[in-house]
Nanobody
Framework: QVQLVESGGGLVQTGGSLRLSCAAS????????MGWFRQAPGKEREFVAA????????GFADSVKGRFTISRDNTKNTVYLQMNSLKPEDTAVYYC????????????????????WGQGTQVTVSS
């Protein structure tokens, strides 16, 4: 069983920055690809960013490319989402997700692939 705990959400003005963290309680963190998703009120959950087990491969939704970065510290079992130049349309609950990949290096953008999810952290961007 993998437990994921997100932190770092909050209220920020347009153009501001936030860094989300997701701490995983798991024996072998490097067996898991990690992803960030978000869900705004009245909308479906959508892919934001993903990172491979080693951190060598990353991917982003078009809506956040150039503004968000994803990274992971495998010594701390933690994945990060650095969000810059935030816009009101980035307002959502952000979820961290983990999927076991074994030795396969790659990323996954479909929410259905991920097995474990955090409880979510609210990000609100004011205009």
């Amino acid at each position: 069983q993998v437990q994921l705990v997100e932190s770092g959400g909050g209220l920020v003005q347009t153009g501001g920055s936030l860094r989300l963290s997701c701490a995983a309680s798991v024996r072998t963190f490097t067996n898991y690809n990690m992803g960030w998703f978000r869900q705004a009120p009245g909308k479906e959950r959508e892919f934001v960013a993903a990172i491979s087990r080693s951190g060598a491969t990353t991917g982003f939704a078009d809506s956040v490319k150039g503004r968000f970065t994803i990274s992971r510290d495998n010594t701390k079992n933690t994945v990060y989402l650095q969000m810059n130049s935030l816009k009101p349309e980035d307002t959502a609950v952000y979820y961290c997700a983990a999927g076991r990949t074994g030795l396969t290096e790659g990323i996954n953008i479909l929410s259905s692939w991920y097995e474990y999810w955090g409880q979510g952290t609210q990000v609100t961007v004011s205009s």
